[in-house]
């Protein structure tokens, strides 16, 4: 286990671990401990009843946060002609077609996110290897293989969060920065719940969400009250 600094202890000696406070006390707690030197990130982990290793348990999409996530997101994005006009015009980063998938091959990835349109997959599909273990390969259900290159990049640029669960069945991300006011933060958590409550796949059986925790960068986690997580609690 990784040794804790003496502001990270001195926070923890502070702490209630065994708390659990609504999303709301948890944002405020959270927020006010995110004392590092850089503005940290606000994230939000969600603990699920599924078994990703079964199609019919998998949890993914997208969801845009209201708010944005504080962060400069960097868009990459596979077309010709008009549509890599249109990407340009929408503030994607990189364009290109076979000169951007050979600066791919060679290392050189320069985007956060990856949107293709679809006659662009052929080009795309050859470089899953590389692309797919780093999560940035366009996909039409996540609405990054599409001939909407102009929305799919302002969708990225203003906060729209990937979100897809790992094989212990959890999903996380970023819901902000600590500088954001807590009224924004407790927005985006909630807009973020209610995208994997709507994700919630047809082969999960019993307790759907089970455990909520969030944390900043470089702070200590806080349990979160389940029923507090609706708009409406």
Not at 41 to 46: D, F, V
Not at 108 to 119: G, L, M, S, V, W
Not at 219 to 224: L, R, S
Request: hydrophobic content about 45%; some cysteine; proline content about 4%.
């Amino acid at each position: 286990m990784a040794k804790q600094g003496k502001r990270l202890k001195a926070i923890y000696a502070g702490l209630d671990r065994d708390a659990v406070l609504s999303l709301e006390q948890a944002i405020g707690l959270v927020k006010a401990n995110a004392k590092a030197k850089f503005d940290e990130t606000i994230e939000i982990s969600m603990n699920l009843g599924i078994d990703p290793r079964h199609a019919d348990q998998m949890v993914r999409g997208v969801v845009g946060l209201p708010n944005g996530t504080g962060k400069t997101v960097r868009v990459g994005v596979f077309a010709r002609g008009p549509k890599a006009e249109e990407a340009l015009a929408a503030g994607a980063d990189v364009v290109g077609a076979d000169d951007l998938a050979a600066a791919v091959q060679e290392g050189k990835i320069e985007f956060d996110r990856c949107i293709a349109t679809p006659d662009m997959m052929g080009i795309v599909g050859r470089l899953g290897k590389i692309l797919g273990p780093r999560g940035l390969m366009p996909n039409p259900r996540l609405g990054t293989v599409t001939m909407d290159v102009r929305g799919a990049v302002t969708a990225a640029k203003a906060g729209q969060v990937e979100f897809r669960a790992e094989k212990a069945g959890i999903v996380h991300a970023g819901i902000g920065k600590a500088s954001f006011d807590e009224a924004k933060l407790l927005e985006n958590a909630r807009a973020f719940v209610d995208a994997i409550q709507k994700a919630k796949p047809t082969g999960a059986k019993g307790t759907y969400v089970k455990k909520v925790a969030l944390s900043s960068t470089m702070g200590p986690g806080v349990k979160v009250d389940i029923a507090s997580l609706s708009a409406t609690a």
